[in-house]
């Protein structure tokens, strides 16, 4: 083969991790990351490892999601032992919280129609008191919650960092500052062909485009549909306390060195990643009203990062009809499903492994049916 057998377009943590399961199962990959300059969503990411209402729509990315998380704690273990780093990854189960009993309601509702069509999601519905029992810190404008034992969350960055470290243990080779602009196969040759904008370019018999919302252009080349658009989300970070909440709850947690992660905003404004007052104050404001401890705690940091989304939400996973060894792929679930990426989509688009179940129901296509709509959660 070519020195490089698998070329991955995109170091965040959904390229990262598709290129540390093919470099794991034995492939030379060499990863090619756009670095400081990019939308990177990693940079932005809650860090929530979630189960509890993903899905609603399509019941086979319910039960992916559900399957996915259970690789986290082989894979946090597998980069520690290989890199050093600790991805502080904590599946102690999580909590949804809810102002009024309509929201209530409606969670409920939704909750028991996934686990009847799905099965094992577990989850509780808690009125005020019997969450205030698990989660003493609540405030009394908190009508109740819903719990999942499945729910738990890591270190986004740290799992990145790992991720970027564990393949260049494997071997791989990761070009930072790369702005890949085309992709294409070569012709008379199996090769594919990835060229940057400074004219430099990488060879190899497969390609995997995990580049984030340059996928949609990137794709195109190859045969491939992936409309994605962004979606930005403001997060904040206190100073850092005493341990108060042992579980990750939708919108606050507390990370394991202390500091509080507050989020999050949905925002339609294209490529603006920057924050916003009025944001900033809706997010503070929401997690006081959720624990009254946070209103005299002081705020180190605020900033905004672009999620990459599907018109339904939903991952597209992929190969080229057209170019045979050409993929795609993209979520906005990186921590999440990153178990998944490097243990099952990793070596399937490196050739080594089975594809998804349901692989069908993640093509790109599906946007293009006329008789279909789509909308997300965000």
Same mark, same amino acid.
């Given at each position: 083969?070519?020195?490089?057998?698998?070329?991955?377009?995109g170091?965040?943590?959904?390229?990262?991790?598709?290129?540390?399961?093919?470099?794991?199962? =034995?492939?030379y990959?060499?990863?090619?990351?756009?670095?400081d300059?990019? $939308?990177?969503?990693?940079?932005?990411?809650?860090?929530?490892?979630?189960?509890?209402?993903?899905?609603?729509?399509?019941?086979?990315?319910?039960?992916w999601?559900?399957?996915?998380?259970?690789?986290?704690?082989?894979?946090?273990?597998?980069?520690?032992?290989?890199?050093?780093?600790?991805?502080?990854?904590?599946?102690?189960?999580?909590?949804?919280? =809810?102002f009024?009993?309509?929201?209530?309601?409606?969670?409920?509702?939704?909750?028991r129609?996934?686990?009847?069509?799905?099965?094992?999601?577990?989850?509780?519905?808690?009125?005020?008191?019997?969450?205030?029992?698990?989660?003493? =810190?609540?405030?009394?404008?908190?009508?109740g919650?819903s719990?999942? #034992?499945?729910?738990?969350?890591?270190?986004?960055?740290?799992?990145? $960092?790992?991720?970027?470290?564990?393949l260049?243990?494997?071997?791989?080779?990761?070009?930072?500052?790369?702005?890949?602009?085309?992709?294409?196969?070569?012709?008379k040759?199996t090769?594919?062909?990835?060229?940057?904008t400074?004219?430099?370019?990488?060879?190899?018999?497969?390609?995997?485009?995990?580049?984030?919302?340059?996928?949609?252009?990137?794709?195109?080349?190859?045969?491939? $549909?992936?409309?994605?658009?962004?979606?930005?989300?403001?997060?904040?970070?206190?100073e850092r306390?005493?341990?108060?909440?042992?579980y #990750?709850v939708?919108?606050?947690?507390?990370?394991?060195?202390g500091?509080?992660?507050?989020?999050?905003?949905?925002?339609?404004? =294209?490529?603006?990643?920057?924050?916003?007052?009025?944001?900033?104050?809706?997010?503070?404001?929401?997690?006081?009203?959720?624990?009254?401890?946070?209103?005299?705690?002081?705020?180190?940091?605020a900033?905004?990062?672009?999620?990459?989304?599907?018109?339904?939400?939903?991952?597209?996973?992929?190969?080229?009809?057209?170019?045979?060894?050409?993929?795609?792929?993209?979520s $906005?679930?990186?921590i999440?499903?990153?178990?998944?990426?490097a243990?099952?989509?990793?070596?399937?688009?490196a050739g080594?492994g089975?594809?998804?179940?349901?692989?069908?129901?993640y093509?790109?296509?599906?946007?293009?049916?006329?008789?279909?709509?789509?909308?997300?959660?965000?």
């Amino acid at each position: 083969m070519q020195a490089e057998d698998l070329i991955v377009v995109g170091g965040g943590v959904v390229g990262a991790a598709i290129a540390y399961g093919a470099a794991r199962a =034995g492939v030379y990959v060499t990863l090619l990351d756009q670095g400081d300059i990019a $939308h990177r969503a990693s940079r932005g990411n809650f860090g929530l490892a979630w189960v509890q209402g993903k899905g609603v729509g399509l019941p086979c990315y319910a039960r992916w999601t559900r399957d996915a998380v259970k690789f986290l704690p082989a894979l946090a273990k597998e980069l520690f032992e290989l890199t050093g780093v600790d991805v502080a990854l904590s599946q102690p189960g999580g909590f949804w919280v =809810g102002f009024n009993d309509a929201e209530m309601v409606a969670r409920e509702e939704m909750l028991r129609g996934l686990n009847t069509m799905v099965g094992n999601i577990p989850y509780e519905m808690l009125d005020h008191t019997a969450l205030k029992a698990r989660l003493p =810190g609540i405030g009394p404008a908190v009508a109740g919650g819903s719990y999942c #034992p499945l729910d738990g969350h890591a270190n986004p960055l740290k799992l990145l $960092h790992a991720l970027h470290a564990g393949l260049k243990a494997h071997g791989a080779r990761v070009v930072s500052g790369v702005d890949i602009a085309h992709v294409s196969c070569r012709e008379k040759s199996t090769d594919f062909e990835a060229k940057s904008t400074s004219g430099q370019s990488w060879r190899a018999p497969r390609i995997v485009l995990a580049a984030g919302l340059g996928n949609e252009v990137l794709a195109a080349q190859v045969g491939l $549909h992936a409309p994605v658009s962004p979606n930005r989300g403001q997060v904040l970070i206190t100073e850092r306390l005493k341990p108060f909440l042992d579980y #990750p709850v939708n919108k606050v947690r507390q990370t394991n060195e202390g500091s509080v992660q507050l989020g999050y905003s949905v925002e339609d404004v =294209g490529l603006n990643d920057g924050t916003t007052v009025s944001a900033i104050e809706w997010i503070a404001r929401r997690a006081v009203a959720t624990f009254p401890v946070l209103s005299n705690v002081r705020l180190v940091r605020a900033w905004g990062a672009l999620r990459v989304m599907t018109p339904d939400g939903f991952p597209i996973y992929q190969e080229s009809a057209s170019c045979p060894g050409a993929f795609v792929a993209t979520s $906005h679930s990186g921590i999440t499903l990153a178990g998944a990426h490097a243990y099952v989509i990793g070596p399937w688009m490196a050739g080594l492994g089975a594809p998804p179940d349901d692989l069908n129901e993640y093509a790109g296509e599906r946007f293009l049916d006329p008789t279909r709509s789509f909308s997300n959660a965000h």
